[in-house]
């Protein structure tokens, strides 16, 4: 501690942080060193121990659209990983199981049958490619066009594989397994029909609602990355896991309060799209639209001619897809950026999941999805945890051991003043003071031992019960063996702390001295020196001192006669 600017952040950060981080990297193999970007040399006589180090400076660093806050604090692999093992897949109509549609079922449910026999065939090349061992078939098909089936003949384009009668289906799952595993083409006929053979549309492994006529159907199998949105398996297929999508900006492409003439379309004025305006003149006056008028009075026929064109003019969509084609050129990219707008994926709500997620729910009261967790604030989380979720009976230990280890980290979120922040806020909209809270949560909340953590003035904006709930994790930490240095004003740290370094004299050039250092019962305070700027004498003998501070503290007005 000390004043400001007297150099406790340049030993704090840039000597013990960057030296720790780059010996630490050195120790990495020469394959892991090539992607690490390794700090420069400090100018130090000797650090020891070397320790993996983790900072919290007072800046967001983020910039980057995917992260949001349940990543900072690892909510998302967590709560991944909860649904994974303990969630169910449920019909979203009717919150029944889904059960595996076989063979027959599908045959009952898709079509009416009424007739005796009926006729399944496989198409000639289907068969001769994947069952070529087996013998031909006895009956075949000229055509679609033919229900019943002729004797064999190798010329016919479909074969017989199998043939049932209505009221008695329990032959036939084992007669058609083969060639529904081999993925191959299946038609059904029968003798009365006159129209073709009707194609079955059948897959394996398909899960269906237990309600009848309910056409909601489950996943025939899924893994824990379908339930992370930074993997192609559980990664929303819109926005490709980021939750937003780039559109298009009609605000960038169109001043509405102009005319054409007054150049209203504002990207057909940049010069690699010249001469483009005088062709939608053309076409607007052909349809009797005045190129004088704002086109915000203009109707929808004129938004439907600039957008998918018309006779000469190609319109904005055919622009786009031009530059489209183009955006291995930089600055391409750079203009179509500045064209769009940042929007919420329509698909995924900003979840950034695939819709695969949408129908797992936990066998809570509510039956809250996986979708619909993740769109909660650290505060109705928290809430929907303690009091739904971890009532439910009939768990084991993992699952309770998951539940805590959620719990422990919304707990310490709420004591640190950020159950307003939602699971989907974007990381770079944070403000700083908000960034080093969730970087303090995530930190407060790692399992391991004989790290270095070094933490710029944790303390801004907290209240005094925060900064208890602050202390209890930094204890926590060090019981499991790690080291922490704190770099901060507040004397509440300062009388908690068990080993004190306190720079100065001064700030800038009258600092960098290390006045004290040693265990926090040795430290006495040197005799006060009082601040008295700005110090106003008035008249009459009055003395008047304006915010006078002493060893930081600050005191009210005093006016002495």
């Not at 339930?227 to 929303?236: E, H, V």
């Not at 203009?335 to 797992?360: A, D, M, P, Y």
């Not at 933490?455 to 907290?462: I, V």
Request: net charge positive; charged share 25%; hydrophobic share 35%.
């Amino acid at each position: 501690f000390g004043p400001s600017g007297s150099g406790k952040s340049s030993i704090a950060f840039q000597t013990l942080y960057t030296e720790s981080k780059r010996r630490f990297l050195n120790s990495f193999p020469t394959y892991l060193k090539f992607f690490s970007d390794r700090p420069a040399p400090v100018d130090v006589d000797s650090i020891t121990p070397v320790l993996p180090v983790f900072g919290l400076p007072q800046i967001n660093p983020v910039v980057g659209s995917r992260s949001n806050v349940a990543d900072i604090v690892k909510l998302t692999e967590l709560l991944q990983a909860h649904y994974f093992h303990y969630s169910r897949e449920l019909c979203p109509n009717h919150f029944t199981s889904f059960k595996k549609q076989n063979f027959t079922n599908f045959l009952v449910s898709q079509f009416d049958l009424k007739e005796e026999v009926y006729h399944i065939y496989i198409h000639r090349d289907d068969f001769e490619e994947n069952f070529s061992e087996q013998p031909f078939p006895s009956r075949s098909a000229k055509s679609l066009k033919q229900s019943a089936p002729n004797d064999f003949d190798r010329e016919d384009e479909y074969w017989e594989v199998a043939r049932f009668k209505s009221k008695n289906l329990n032959k036939l799952e084992g007669l058609t397994t083969p060639y529904i595993k081999s993925n191959s083409q299946l038609f059904l006929g029968a003798k009365s029909e006159k129209e073709k053979l009707a194609k079955i549309t059948y897959k394996q492994g398909v899960k269906i609602c237990e309600t009848k006529e309910c056409e909601q159907v489950g996943q025939s199998s899924y893994q824990m990355m379908n339930f992370s949105p930074y993997n192609p398996l559980g990664a929303c297929e819109v926005c490709g896991g980021f939750g937003e999508t780039l559109n298009y900006d009609r605000d960038k492409l169109v001043d509405t309060d102009l005319s054409v003439s007054d150049g209203g379309v504002l990207l057909l004025e940049y010069k690699r799209f010249a001469g483009q305006v005088e062709l939608l003149k053309t076409q607007m006056k052909k349809a009797k639209l005045s190129v004088r008028t704002p086109i915000k009075d203009l109707g929808d026929e004129f938004w439907d001619l600039l957008y998918d064109g018309k006779g000469s003019f190609p319109g904005l969509n055919e622009y786009f897809s031009y530059l489209e084609a183009r955006k291995y050129k930089m600055n391409v990219r750079i203009f179509i950026r500045n064209i769009q707008k940042s929007e919420i994926c329509h698909s995924c709500g900003g979840t950034r999941l695939n819709r695969i997620t949408h129908n797992f729910f936990l066998n809570s009261k509510t039956r809250i999805s996986f979708i619909e967790i993740m769109k909660l604030s650290l505060f109705d989380l928290d809430k929907i945890f303690r009091t739904e979720i971890t009532t439910t009976s009939s768990k084991n230990k993992n699952q309770i051991q998951s539940e805590q280890k959620i719990i422990q980290i919304l707990e310490t979120a709420l004591s640190l003043g950020l159950g307003h922040l939602k699971l989907l806020r974007k990381a770079k909209s944070l403000s700083a003071g908000e960034y080093q809270r969730l970087l303090l949560l995530k930190y407060l909340s790692y399992e391991g031992t004989g790290a270095l953590f070094v933490f710029d003035e944790p303390s801004l904006g907290l209240a005094d019960d925060q900064l208890k709930a602050l202390l209890l994790g930094f204890k926590s930490l060090i019981q499991q063996g790690n080291t922490i240095i704190i770099v901060d004003h507040n004397k509440f740290f300062h009388a908690k702390a068990d080993y004190l370094i306190k720079l100065g004299p001064g700030a800038g050039e009258k600092g960098g001295e290390v006045i004290f250092q040693g265990k926090r019962k040795d430290y006495k305070k040197e005799k006060a020196i009082q601040t008295l700027s700005p110090l106003t004498v008035q008249s009459r003998g009055v003395l008047s001192l304006k915010s006078p501070e002493i060893y930081g503290d600050k005191y009210s007005d005093i006016s002495i006669k």
